[in-house]
């Protein structure tokens, strides 16, 4: 019998967090190099449609951490969130459309939107959990999404028992994927006191040191962001 959670909720009305600094790095620019004339202008292009393309929506739970945790995971605390988003499938049928016709080009830099969008659109939902608990000494931790660092992937399977994704559209195939793909799972820890954790931090607690997305935040010298 599945545990009740102590909420439950959704999310449609997010906007996703996009950070261009974490666009050229799935691009491939990862050191603050820039894109030549032609991947610019092919970014631009794909930019523009990329809103009537995606369906933003979440559903999150509050649980209890003993629910559906190892005592071995890194998040094993007295709660926790847990939260699946998705931008739908359309944008990725039309990257598939583009693949199909040959337009290689199209197809990696739509199909790369997609996935700093899913990606903005899981840290909209953190931020948005932050100011759900009714006991504002209470803090959220960094999230964590199944297969990053010691939380193992066939833990998706507890996520998916416990929320109703189905309400948003979402499954999950037998080898542990999401449909649609540009979607995102994680956990968030609810802590008694507060947390060291920044904005964009999340490749900090993560042990993949080897992580192609890993990313590293530094204070450029205009004082603004950078994530290398």
């Known amino acids: 019998m599945k545990p009740p959670p102590s909420e439950i909720g959704r999310f449609d009305d997010l906007a996703p967090v996009i950070h261009e600094e974490m666009l050229l790095h799935?691009?491939?620019?990862?050191?603050?190099e820039l894109p030549d004339d032609r991947v610019t202008s092919m970014l631009d292009r794909q930019r523009e449609i990329v809103p009537e393309l995606?369906?933003?929506?979440?559903?999150?739970?509050?649980?209890?951490?003993?629910?559906?945790f190892d005592p071995g995971?890194?998040?094993y605390k007295k709660q926790v969130y847990l939260c699946v988003v998705t931008i739908g499938d359309r944008l990725e049928r039309r990257a598939a459309e583009y693949s199909a016709a040959g337009d290689i080009l199209a197809a990696f830099v739509l199909d790369t939107?997609?996935?700093?969008?899913?990606?903005?659109?899981?840290?909209?939902a953190n931020r948005r959990l932050i100011s759900i608990p009714d006991d504002k000494s209470l803090r959220l931790g960094c999230r964590i999404s199944p297969g990053y660092g010691r939380w193992?992937?066939?833990?998706?399977?507890?996520i998916f028992t416990l929320l109703p994704t189905a309400e948003i559209g979402v499954s999950l195939t037998p080898?542990?994927?999401?449909?649609?793909?540009?979607?995102?799972?994680?956990?968030?820890?609810?802590?008694?006191?507060?947390?060291?954790?920044?904005?964009g931090?999340?490749?900090?607690y993560c042990e993949?040191?080897?992580?192609?997305?890993?990313?590293?935040?530094i204070q450029s010298v205009d004082g603004r962001e950078r994530i290398n």
Do not use: H, N, W
């Not at 995606?54 to 559906?68: E, H, K, L």
């Not at 939107?113 to 909209?124: I, R």
């Not at 931090?201 to 900090?204: A, T």
């Open 26 to 32: 799935y691009l491939g620019y990862p050191d603050g």
């Open 175 to 199: 080898g542990l994927m999401m449909t649609p793909r540009k979607s995102v799972s994680f956990a968030v820890e609810i802590a008694a006191k507060p947390v060291r954790v920044r904005e």
């Open 113 to 124: 939107l997609g996935s700093v969008y899913a990606e903005g659109l899981a840290e909209a």
């Open 73 to 75: 995971f890194p998040l």
């Open 54 to 68: 995606i369906r933003p929506r979440g559903v999150y739970g509050r649980f209890a951490g003993d629910v559906c």
């Open 152 to 158: 193992a992937l066939e833990r998706q399977k507890d």
């Open 201 to 204: 931090d999340q490749c900090e």
């Open 208 to 217: 993949m040191q080897d992580c192609r997305y890993r990313r590293q935040s």
